[in-house]
């Protein structure tokens, strides 16, 4: 449990031989879908993959619109990086050796949270702790009116400038892969600049 909310959980998954003598790096998994579903325990396999590479894998759940709206849902991608930042090392994690991994609406967070400057500071976590940031089909850049799967995850007069993650990036931003499929007919391409 990393926070209040029934849906602040998170999943920790070590490799078998992780301990705190000799600390594996650790992956954080935000899921996507729309902001508004999806869940953790669907995502047992990638918790499973990372840990046979040797990574300690945590696999989170987020709050979801319409209840929740931006920024909540990277609120707590942030919170998620504090406990983890307490408590990884528990599980045979190193938490100054973290990467941030989220797929579609979890992109987004991750990218959000690791970019702009507001959500760190807000939990005195440093950016530098975060040592990679991977977006798999993120939207990054988009209207939201023009995307009505979108509108319920964000406030009725949110504009671009103010919400999207491309607008944020900051100069001590870790690196990030932000990969797209040349197939993907959900993310347009040109919400991924």
């Given at each position: 449990v990393y926070g209040d909310?029934?849906?602040?959980?998170?999943?920790?998954?070590?490799?078998?031989?992780?301990?705190?003598?000799?600390?594996?790096?650790?992956?954080?998994?935000?899921?996507g879908g729309t902001w508004q579903r999806g869940d953790k325990n669907q995502y047992l396999f990638v918790?499973?993959?990372?840990?046979?590479?040797?990574?300690?894998?945590?696999?989170?759940?987020?709050?979801?619109a319409p209840q929740h709206v931006y920024p909540d849902y990277v609120q707590d991608v942030v919170l998620a990086v504090?406990?983890?930042?307490?408590?990884?090392?528990?599980?045979?994690?190193?938490?100054?050796?973290l990467v941030l991994l989220g797929h579609s609406a979890g992109a987004f967070n991750v990218v959000a949270a690791a970019n702009d400057a507001q959500f760190l500071d807000s939990v005195n976590v440093p950016?530098?702790?975060?040592?990679a940031v991977v977006g798999i089909a993120g939207?990054?850049?988009?209207?939201?009116?023009?995307?009505?799967?979108?509108?319920?995850?964000?406030?009725?007069?949110?504009?671009?400038?103010?919400?999207?993650?491309?607008?944020?990036?900051?100069?001590?931003?870790?690196?990030?892969?932000?990969?797209?499929?040349?197939?993907?007919?959900l993310v347009e391409h040109g919400n991924t600049l």
């Open positions: 909310d029934i849906r602040q959980k998170l999943d920790i998954y070590s490799p078998l031989d992780a301990s705190s003598e000799q600390q594996k790096p650790v992956i954080l998994f935000v899921h918790g499973e993959s990372f840990t046979q590479a040797g990574y300690v894998v945590a696999v989170m759940n987020y709050r979801l504090r406990y983890l930042s307490e408590h990884v090392q528990q599980y045979g994690g190193d938490p100054q050796q950016v530098s702790q975060i040592k939207p990054y850049s988009f209207v939201i009116q023009e995307h009505p799967d979108s509108i319920p995850a964000f406030a009725e007069d949110a504009s671009p400038d103010a919400v999207m993650a491309d607008r944020r990036v900051r100069a001590d931003a870790p690196p990030h892969l932000l990969m797209i499929a040349s197939t993907d007919d």
